[in-house]
């Protein structure tokens, strides 16, 4: 019998790499459970609604939130990347060359590094 994933949640294989990558609860009033909590996050990020917004069988939209806060401002995010980059790339699986077309970045006008109120031409 297969698990029934739903768009945007993790799937177990992606779950399994996370899971060890996050760090243990500590102690105190247990914590809701990481994967339901994770795949609030994501599922808000993905949608790009607000916490509010997020469905409730991912619990409190506080709860993720404080989760997602937490894990960002201690760089467990920045380690679960640097981690995962590191064992796709000595297999093989990432592919570094970038290619970066800058006529399709826009600049605001004080981006050039001009002095505020001076005119150009004059």
Request: positive net charge; proline residues 3%.
């Amino acid at each position: 019998m297969s698990c029934v994933v739903r768009r945007h949640e993790l799937s177990d294989v992606e779950w399994e790499v996370l899971s060890r990558l996050l760090p243990p609860a500590g102690f105190g009033r247990p914590r809701m459970d990481d994967r339901v909590v994770l795949n609030g996050i994501v599922w808000k990020l993905r949608t790009g609604s607000a916490w509010r917004d997020v469905p409730e069988r991912y619990g409190s939209w506080q709860t993720l939130y404080t989760r997602f806060r937490r894990w960002a401002l201690d760089g467990t995010f920045g380690r679960v990347l640097r981690a995962i980059q590191a064992e796709k790339d000595a297999a093989g699986d990432i592919d570094w060359r970038v290619s970066v077309d800058s006529t399709i970045v826009r600049a605001h006008q004080h981006a050039a590094g001009g002095k505020r109120g001076l005119v150009m031409g004059t």
